[in-house]
Each structure stands twice: as structure tokens, then as C-alpha cells.
């Protein structure tokens, strides 16, 4: 009986040291953003000059994406035997990713017909700097649909992990999972070494994330100082329009999808808050790719689902990008008094469906794809793009959330459609949150244990 009181306490002990540590990281991500806030409302200069430290923490988690999705991929596919259902998660896959991004793509054009966030600004085209936006136009010419699939295959192995490009690394992983789970038992000590390399990869991003807080400020100080509160006053309108939009997507579009996988949307979003946060400091979703993946196979998907379906996410499922396109097109037509008609209008959806896909990877993705998307139907002036320069740093945070949020849902809901869910599971992690439950480093990513 002193045995098991024995372990009822440790078992109490370890769980509030949890509960503490879980807090601390919410607190001081939420009290670094909120501490770059004032400082680049009270000393912008100073906010700039943080820049550095927020542009460090997203490349150290950049650094960590490639072997994370390699090893993932590759153990997963290997342990599986069967490229039969890895095709058949692939396609589902882009099924879902297709439809969720036209529901976006309309849900932000309807909004901006209601809103009209342009309307009323009557602005003369010739006025506009076109050279404002020339990075961004140089960009949008290489987003051919040709040269966008061409880039998917690297000129060597090598290259994959050197550029960083997420499609280029998921296309290496998946050949070499394939390879091992022909060559079977004669490989499985290779299949062992890439799982064990995974871990390591995986506690060393449970070491950076501790950084987060840091890298929050720094970024959101840069933003604020260098493009002042001004920036936001001047173009609330459009702001406040798109920010509901994301919300309203988030809580009805995926709040479907999330009811048919079987949990609350309330609840994942509970779940993954902290991510939520870190996204929210440093405008990239990357920035917390590692630990979603941690977080989807704790809540129940199969490794093998995760793997594959999460970083291709990253490039084809961009829900938040979607609804930034179509409002941003509509605010430059409204605001120049060009109208479009009808047809016109689900033309450009049709272009929409095929760049957002092409500029994932670019810096800035969002804004070249939209120029390249004016580009192609020569409709709107691209130098109509300099009317929301300075306030898109500000619409990049709930661009990046709301990709946070939309695959962290595909994930589940393909884990669902695959028969590759634990139901169960699911409703008892988001029930208990996101907690450590063995040694396992990739769970330890998650617990910030190292502060105890």
C-alpha cells in the first residue's frame, strides 16, 4: 500500500513539474512577443537592430527540417512494406489539399465582395512605385508550373538537403524508404541508424525551441519598429478583414473537417497554442514543423501518415496563403476603380489553384505568387502590389497560423480517411494536452524538461 502511495506521489510530482513547465513556455513566448511589441513601439530603432535574433532561431529550425523529414519518411515508409498505401496517402493527400484550398480561395473572395476593404480609395494607377515591388516581380517570372515540377527533382542527392527545399527532401526520403522496404531485413540495421539519427535530430530541436521566447521578440520587435503601428491604422480595413476571414475559416471550414475526424477544433487549438504563439512571433510556420510532427503522432496518426503528409502540407496545403491572395486581388482592383467581372474573377481562382502551390519555398511567397498572378493575366497592374507592402509583414503572422493550423487538421483528417488513426488516443491527448509520456526525445520535444 506505502508502494503504490509511493507512486501516486512521484506520479503527482512529475505531472505538476509538467503542468510548470508547460506554463513557463506559453508564458515566456507570450511575454517575449508581447516585450517586441513595445519595443519597437517605443524604440524602433532598437527593434531593427533585433532583427538578428529572430532571423536565428527560424534558420536554427531550418537547419533541422531536412533530417527530420528524411528520417521520418524514411523509417516510416521502410517499417510499413507497402508503397501500394503510400501512394494512396500521397494521392488522398493532394485531394484534400485541392478542395480545402478552393474553399479558402472562395471563402476570401466572398468576404472581400462583402467587405470591399479597396472601396472608396480611388487610387490612380500611374501614381503607384512600380519599382517598389521589382524583387518580387523578377521572382514571380521563374513560377511556371513546368520549372515548379522540374524543381522538385534535385540535380543530386545532395542538393536536396543543401537548398533546404522541402519537395526536393520528401522526394529523396521517399525513394530511399521505398528502396529499403524492397531490400527488407538485409537493411534494417540502416533503417535503425536513420531512426536513432532522427532522434538525435529531434532532442536537438527540443534544445533550440527553448530559444523561442528570444526569437519571438526579436522578430516581433523588427516588425513593429521597422514598419511602425502606422502601417496597420492606415489599412486597418483590410487587416481586420482578413484576420476574421482566417478566424472564420479556421473555426467553420476545419471545424468540419475536424467534427468528421472526431474532436473539437477549440481543443486542438488549445493543443497546439504554444506553436500558435511561436508562429505568431516569427511569421513562419516552419519555425515549429519539428514539433508538429511530434504533436500529430502523440495525438494518434500513424509515423508513416505524418511523414509524408505534413511537409507536403508545407507545399501544397497553404489555406491562410490562399485567403491572403484573393482579398489582397480584390483590395488592388477595388482600390484602382478596375473592375472585374464574374468570369474574370474565377479565372483568376483557377490561376490561383496552380501558383500558390509554386512559391512555398520563396521568401515572401505570398506576395510573388500574387504577382505572378497578376503577371499572367495582365488584368491589374502588378505595381498595384505596392499598395499593401507596408502592412503585409503584419498579415504574414495570421497567413502563417492559419497554415499552422489547416495542416496540422489535413494530418488528422487524412489519418482519418487512411484508417490510420487512433481515435481513441486522440481524444485523450487533447483532453490531458500536450505531455511527455516516456524518454522518447521526440515526446521530450514537446515538454521543455530540460528547465526541471
Known sequence: MDDDRAIDLNGMVAAVKWQTAKKSL???????????VAVGVLRPDWGVALKPLGDGFVRLIKMLIAPIIFATVVVGIARVGDMRRVGRVGLKALIYFEVLTTFALLLGLGV??????GGGLHINPTTLDAHAVDTYTTAAKH????????????????????????????LVAVLVGAAASKLGPRVSKFTDVIDELGEVFFQIAAFVMRLAPIGAMGAMAFTVGKYGMGSLLSLGK???AFYVTSLLFVL??????????GFGIWSFLRYIREDILIVLGTSSSESVLPRMITKMETLGCAPSVVG????????FNLD????????????????????LPVIEQLGLLGILLLTSKGAAAVTGGGFVTLAATLSATGRLPVAGLALLLGIDRFMSEAR????????GVATLAIARWEGALDRDQLRAALAAGPSPTSADSRRALDADTLEE
Do not use: C, K
Not at 26 to 36: I, S
Not at 308 to 315: A, D, E, F
Not at 400 to 407: K, V
Open 400 to 407: 502563417a497560423i492559419t497554415n499552422l493550423i489547416g495542416n
Open 112 to 117: 472581400g465582395h462583402l467587405v470591399a476593404p
Open 143 to 170: 513560377l511556371t508550373g513546368i520549372d515548379f515540377l522540374l524543381g522538385i527533382i534535385p540535380t543530386t542527392v545532395g542538393e536536396a538537403f543543401v537548398g533546404g527545399d522541402t519537395l526536393q527532401i520528401l
Open 308 to 315: 509524408l503528409v505534413m511537409p507536403m502540407g508545407y507545399s
Open 320 to 339: 491562410g496563403t490562399s485567403i491572403y491572395l484573393t482579398m489582397a486581388m480584390l483590395f488592388i482592383s477595388q482600390a484602382l476603380d478596375i473592375q
Open 26 to 36: 506559453y508564458a515566456r513566448v507570450l511575454a517575449g512577443v508581447a516585450l517586441g
Open 252 to 261: 467553420l471550414v476545419l471545424g468540419l473537417v475536424a467534427r468528421w475526424v
Open 238 to 240: 483590410l487587416i481586420a
